[in-house]
T-cell receptor, first 114, second 113 residues
């Protein structure tokens, strides 16, 4: 499945760095999502954008800043992260309003914060 | 918040054996989903269930949406080595502008030759 792509696939950064994760969906969807996946824990929803408007922010620290410039692209800007932020960050997309379809995930960015 | 209890956490089985895993919730969902995740990849949808009592198959996989809408199970028959991975259940609530997925913590499946 190559409908949702994410770059970079791996990222190592120091706590003082600023970096961005990119997600692009080629499915014609109008909603996009950021999830955090830590070891031994369920996927945690971070942000939801629908029609380029943020509709959900699950109490995510301000050191994570999402941006959705259009319905095909989603960014996650990172700054002054902590080691506990190391995780797999997954992007997903869906078509809304709700239909029988569901969310499709990208391959994720493996982030390591030193 | 909503929580899903997924069990077992891990399974070691012999190739050719059948596998069963399940999820339960204290909340009602209007859709149940089963995903598989391979190392270094994102979750890939295996089966989606939309109606209470629905039983759906996808090859060797069979899943059911519980009558109470609070549980679901996934069966894999005649397991093969490529079935190895982490299987996640997810309950879905659709709210018009977006949909909310609540994930289980996953079942790590190992298939021994």
């Amino acid at each position: 499945e190559t409908g949702v792509t994410q770059t970079p696939r791996h990222l190592v950064m120091g706590m003082t760095n600023k970096k961005s994760l990119k997600c692009e969906q080629h499915l014609g969807h109008n909603a996009m999502y950021w999830y955090k996946q830590s070891a031994k824990k369920p996927l945690e929803l971070m942000f939801v954008y629908s029609l380029e408007e943020r509709v959900e922010n699950n109490s995510v620290p301000s050191r994570f800043s999402p941006e959705c410039p259009n319905s095909s692209h989603l960014f996650l800007h990172l700054h002054t992260l902590q080691p506990e932020d190391s995780a797999l960050y997954l992007c997903a997309s869906s078509q809304e309003p709700a239909s029988r379809d569901t969310q499709y995930f990208g391959p994720g960015t493996r982030l390591t914060v030193l | 918040g909503q929580q899903l209890n997924q069990s077992p956490q891990s399974m070691f089985i012999q190739e050719g054996e059948d596998v069963s895993m399940n999820c339960t919730s204290s909340s009602i969902f209007n859709t149940w989903l089963w995903y598989k995740q391979d190392p270094g990849e994102g979750p890939v949808l295996l089966i989606a269930l939309y109606k209470a009592g629905e039983l759906t198959s996808n090859g060797r996989l069979t899943a059911q949406f519980g009558i109470t809408r609070k549980d679901s199970f996934l069966n894999i028959s005649a397991s093969i080595p490529s079935d190895v991975g982490i299987y996640f259940c997810a309950g879905q609530i659709s709210s018009g502008s977006a949909r909310q997925l609540t994930f289980g913590s996953g079942t790590q499946l190992t298939v021994l030759p």
